[in-house]
């Protein structure tokens, strides 16, 4: 467990070095306040998960790539990491090194808020679903089931759901019009994902199939 958390720590300081590599400057306050909100989110859900849900908190430290994830998944997974790192780039080079773009302060406080909506779908995901893996796979040896509880109840992607809120929000904090653009494309392999993990769902995990009929939307009620 020790050195699941140290491999988190690492790739959380690489993509801090990342964003200010790319800006050319330590001097970008949005910057900061988007790695102290994403820092202070994962420290306390981490912890909440330690004392709470300790099995999944391992399946969240868990690698990316597992023996048991399907094929599809592992390409989709390095692709959206891929297209998040050119990701902040983009919004790096976008809002402090060239800065193509101006974003009213107003927004950008908006931005900060949403990323912090997305640490409470992250919480509620987790409160009710301890099947929450980093990888689509049915874990059998942990007995399990269909959650429909909480927000499960509204969309059957809850997860997902709040990364959208992160997405938008996190362009707006930094100042980059051209990365709420190109969120696009990392939200559209999200949607991806999200359909072939049902696929996956209806045929290997019992009751998913009727949960599916009754919940009828995978990320926004009304929509889709």
């Known amino acids: 467990m020790i050195s699941k958390i140290i491999i988190q720590i690492v790739i959380f300081v690489a993509l801090g070095l990342l964003l200010f590599v790319a800006a050319g400057t330590l001097q970008w306050p949005a910057a900061w306040v988007l790695i102290a909100e994403m820092g202070v989110g994962a420290i306390a859900l981490g912890l909440w998960l ?11 430290l868990s690698v990316h ?9 592992k390409a989709l997974v390095a692709a959206f990491m891929v297209c998040s790192i050119g990701w902040f780039v983009l919004m790096a080079f976008d809002a402090v090194r060239f800065r193509w773009s101006q974003v009213p302060i107003w927004l950008q406080v908006v931005g900060a808020l949403l990323i ?34 909480g927000p499960y109840a509204y969309v059957r992607h809850p997860m997902y759901a709040g990364v959208l809120f992160f ?6 904090l930094l100042g980059s019009w051209y990365g709420l653009a190109a969120a696009i494309v990392s939200l559209s392999i999200l949607a991806v994902r999200a359909v072939l993990e049902e696929r996956k769902l209806m045929v290997e995990l019992a009751g998913y199939r009727e949960y599916a009929e009754r919940v009828r939307y995978r990320l926004i009620p009304g929509i889709w």
């Open 167 to 172: 997405y938008i929000g996190a362009p707006l």
């Open 116 to 149: 912090l909506l997305n640490a409470c779908f992250a919480y509620l995901t987790f409160r009710e679903n301890t099947y929450a893996a980093m990888v689509v796979k049915i874990q059998t040896e942990r007995g399990h089931r269909v959650v429909s509880t």
């Open 65 to 73: 790539f597992q023996s048991t994830q399907p094929l599809w998944d």
């Open 50 to 60: 330690g004392r709470h849900d300790p099995s999944l908190l391992a399946e969240r």
